[in-house]
Nanobody, 121 residues
């Protein structure tokens, strides 16, 4: 069982930056691939970024490439999402997720409760 708690969301102006954190419980954090998803107003949840278990591999959806960076600290049991050059269309609830398999789909086993990111124009 893995419990995930996101933090770091908030209100930021277009062009600004935020760093999201997701703290995981348990002693097997390094056994899980981690990912960030988001769900904007009136939209379906979409994949944002994923990182493999020891952080060697990362993958991003096209709309955030070059602006967002996913990273992890397996000592602190935390995954991060550094978001730069934010745009109003990045406004969404951001969720972190964990799964034994490194993947870009929705089939993650564990999910956090989400943190709101609002980008004003």
């Amino acid at each position: 069982q893995v419990q995930l708690v996101e933090s770091g969301g908030g209100l930021v102006q277009s062009g600004g930056s935020l760093r999201l954190s997701c703290a995981a419980s348990g002693r097997t954090f390094s056994s899980y691939a981690m990912a960030w998803f988001r769900q904007g107003p009136g939209k379906e949840r979409e994949f944002v970024a994923a990182i493999s278990r020891i952080g060697v591999s990362t993958y991003y959806t096209d709309s955030v490439k070059g602006r967002f960076t996913i990273s992890r600290d397996n000592v602190k049991n935390t995954v991060y999402l550094q978001m730069n050059s934010l745009k109003p269309e990045d406004t969404a609830v951001y969720y972190c997720a964990a799964d034994r398999n490194y993947q870009m789909g929705n089939s993650y086993s564990y999910w956090g409760q989400g943190t709101q990111v609002t980008v004003s124009s």
